[in-house]
């Protein structure tokens, strides 16, 4: 399985901005996925996670109530919705999948597959 993420980009605080993650292999419909990302100089923390089905969702607190996330698994992509954006949300921005649905989206460990990133800027 390979990672795709994209939609990123400079936005001003406040603003919105949809990242996708699109992956190859029909097997991605069955894995749970997640969104974590890296600020400079930070570790890499857990935004948002997504069960294989759609039906159950998990979010850091930092993010919840502005971030959605949601998958479309006819066409092999998740998507993270970021509304009411702050400068603190200025990270690269990474999608992983969990090929064994372990049930542990905020660990990082559980993800087998991880795409290459995508910048969020947001300025103040």
């Known amino acids: 399985v390979q990672l795709q993420a994209s939609g990123g980009g400079l936005v001003q605080a406040g603003g919105s901005l949809r990242l996708s993650c699109a992956a190859s292999?029909?097997?991605?419909?069955?894995?749970?996925v997640g969104w974590f990302r890296q600020a400079p100089g930070k570790e890499r923390e857990f935004v948002t996670g997504?069960?294989?089905?759609?039906?159950?969702?998990s979010y850091a607190n930092s993010v919840k109530g502005r971030f959605t996330i949601s998958r479309d698994n006819a066409k092999n992509t998740v998507y993270l919705q970021m509304n009411s954006l702050r400068p603190e949300d200025t990270a690269v921005y990474y999608c992983?999948?969990?090929?064994?649905?372990?049930?542990?989206?905020?660990?990082?460990?559980?993800?087998?597959?991880w795409g290459q990133g995508t910048l969020v800027t947001v300025s103040s």
């Open positions: 992983a999948a969990d090929s064994q649905n372990k049930r542990r989206p905020s660990d990082y460990r559980s993800y087998d597959y």
């Open positions: 292999g029909r097997t991605f419909r069955s894995y749970a």
């Open positions: 997504i069960s294989w089905s759609g039906d159950i969702t």
